[in-house]
């Protein structure tokens, strides 16, 4: 482990939230899904980083996984659903993008600020990126209450999840095994329930704005 | 100031005037090639120059003295600009008169007047161009002083030949927060230069037309000292660029064999960024107004990021 280690790590941490803050003002759904794709080798990126500086070879299996699943296996998918769902060129119509950066900003202070006191008890060699990893979280959360297309709030989920996963190998060098299998398999079945979902609500509505669920009522 | 320091800034200075006009040939150079025109030959702008010295000047009947003055201050400013960013040494005189915030501030002395000579006369390209160059240039210098801010920052200090200095002298560290910088400062420098996202060099087309339109009604020198001074600016953001994110290869203070090595250097990095800048111009298509805003917010927030970056990560 040289001195090169941590600053790999920070480089792939800010990576991350430079591709968290493109998805919140990404238009196009094709771009959206592309910057998950890169959001998920940035994270196998840190992951292997962590996991080659401090011998943790089990790391080494969940950026595998990673890998297989959030670069290759997800993306595919969802690539798949919208061209089947005849969105693929859809531009959905952000209002005020400078607002919502500004917005993403003070999130961005309010994560880091958070963050400090904890990441003191963290003996990681990461542990500075705590408050990257919870931006990322709050950013998605914010991408997912501003779209009113199902697809980006899906892709809002799983980016969510992208940043709970780089905070548990950044403070902790990662959970078990078996939970990391376990969450794993849950994003990949709630992917497959999401995707049969988001045909119901076009089937029901004739359109994917999800702002026609609010008025949900028997006729 | 000693008799090298000196020397060292009339070096720099004679370098500005002249590879300013070079690095815009080249640029020309380049976005001909890759769109698959005959290049103009490397020394166009110099031509070009030549001959507008030697045509007449014609100004119109109602121009008050601030629109004859402000071609020689617009130059005046550019020029200095790009004295006091460190292109070969970092040992020049002028450096400690002015920091990284003066120099935002010559370039925003220099808008000013521009603008003000651009209303001057009262046509309404003009009065259009300066009310649009407002625009841009508001957004854009908060986005390039957090740049700025992020450097001086790292290290300890506003003034360009410090910071050059102990960012070229350092052990290898990746720092993110400067790539998040880079990004940002590249952006505001294709809206400051009026490059192709945000405006078209080469456009007269009246409804699209930023720069061209502020210097519409100049003609014989005064239009060759305002495109002097715009490639002048192009050179200044270049090496402003090249010092903060690629410092390699700029001599310190009495080096004297670094400082012959210096030259080759620079004019290789200028030689890729401006292939680079050609390449983005041929890349992207130009934006509609109303989008400028988005697009130098965006810079903003890079910036912003930056600095959080680093106060977070110390790096």
Same mark, same amino acid.
């Given at each position: ?31 959206? =899904? ?13 992951? %292997? ?13 969940? &950026? ?12 595919? =998918? ?8 005849? %969105? ?8 005020? =993008? ?16 958070? &963050? ?32 009113? #297309? ?17 905070? &548990? ?19 990949? %079945? ?24 609010? #008025?949900? #009522?028997?006729? | ?38 290049? !103009? !030959?490397?020394?166009? +702008? ?39 960013? +460190? ?5 020049? +005189? ?27 006369? $009262?046509?309404?390209?003009? /009065?259009? $161009? ?6 841009? $240039? ?34 290898? /560290? ?7 910088? $880079? ?8 809206? *400051?230069?009026?490059?192709? +996202? ?7 087309? *009246? ?109």
């Amino acid at each position: 482990m040289n001195a090169l280690t941590p600053q790999l790590v920070n480089l792939f941490a800010s990576a991350l939230l430079l591709i968290a803050f493109a998805m919140l003002a990404q238009r196009r759904i094709v771009t959206l =899904i592309n910057l998950f794709a890169a959001q998920g080798l940035a994270l196998v990126g840190s992951t %292997v980083t962590v996991a080659l500086a401090t011998g943790q070879t089990h790391l080494l299996y969940s &950026a595998g996984i990673t890998f297989a699943l959030k670069v290759l296996l997800l993306p595919y =998918i969802l690539h798949r659903l919208i061209r089947r769902l005849n %969105v693929k060129w859809d531009i959905e119509t952000l209002i005020n =993008i400078p607002t919502m950066m500004l917005v993403g900003i003070v999130l961005v202070v309010f994560a880091f600020n958070l &963050a400090l006191p904890i990441s003191e008890f963290s003996r990681s060699i990461a542990r500075g990126t705590l408050g990257i990893a919870l931006a990322c979280v709050l950013l998605s959360f914010l991408m997912m209450i501003t779209r009113s #297309k199902a697809v980006p709030q899906v892709i809002g989920f799983l980016s969510m999840e992208n940043g709970l996963f780089f905070a &548990a190998t950044s403070a902790t060098y990662g959970m078990p095994m078996v939970v990391e299998l376990g969450i794993a398999l849950d994003v990949l %079945v709630g992917m497959v329930i999401l995707g049969v979902f988001l045909f119901q609500i076009r089937e029901q509505f004739d359109s994917l704005d999800i702002h026609h669920l609010e #008025k949900l #009522k028997d006729e | 100031m000693s008799f090298e320091g000196v020397a060292a800034q009339l070096l720099a200075m004679l370098l500005a005037l002249l590879g300013a006009p070079l690095l815009s040939g080249w640029v020309n150079q380049c976005r001909a090639w890759l769109q698959n025109r005959t290049a !103009p !030959p490397l020394l166009q +702008p110099f031509r070009m120059l030549h001959k507008l010295f030697w045509k007449e000047s014609v100004i119109a009947h109602d121009a008050t003295p601030i629109y004859r003055l402000s071609p020689y201050i617009v130059f005046g400013c550019m020029l200095l600009a790009s004295m006091i960013v +460190p292109t070969l040494s970092t040992n020049l +005189p002028l450096a400690p008169a002015a920091d990284a915030i003066a120099l935002v501030g010559l370039f925003a002395l220099a808008r000013l007047f521009i603008s003000l000579a651009a209303m001057d006369i $009262g046509t309404s390209f003009g /009065t259009m $161009g300066a009310r649009r160059e407002m625009l841009i $240039g508001f957004l854009a210098e908060p986005a390039f002083l957090m740049v700025l801010f992020t450097a001086s920052l790292i290290s300890n200090s506003t003034s360009l030949a410090t910071i050059v200095s102990s960012l070229a002298h350092r052990e290898l /560290t990746i720092l993110p927060s400067l790539a998040f910088a $880079g990004v940002a400062f590249t952006m505001v420098s294709l809206a *400051e230069n009026a490059r192709v +996202p945000v405006d078209n060099p080469a456009t007269h087309l *009246e409804l699209t037309m930023i720069h061209e339109a502020l210097v519409l009604e100049y003609s014989g020198r005064h239009l060759a000292l305002l495109e002097w001074a715009a490639s002048l600016k192009l050179f200044a953001y270049s090496c402003a660029g090249l010092a903060l994110f690629l410092p390699w290869g700029i001599a310190e203070a009495n080096d004297h064999t670094a400082l012959l090595l210096a030259l080759p250097v620079l004019a290789a990095k200028l030689a890729v960024g401006g292939f680079l800048l050609a390449l983005i111009e041929t890349l992207s298509a130009k934006m509609r107004i109303f989008r400028v805003p988005e697009f130098l917010a965006t810079a903003f927030l890079l910036g912003v990021l930056a600095l959080l970056v680093h106060l977070l990560l110390g790096a």
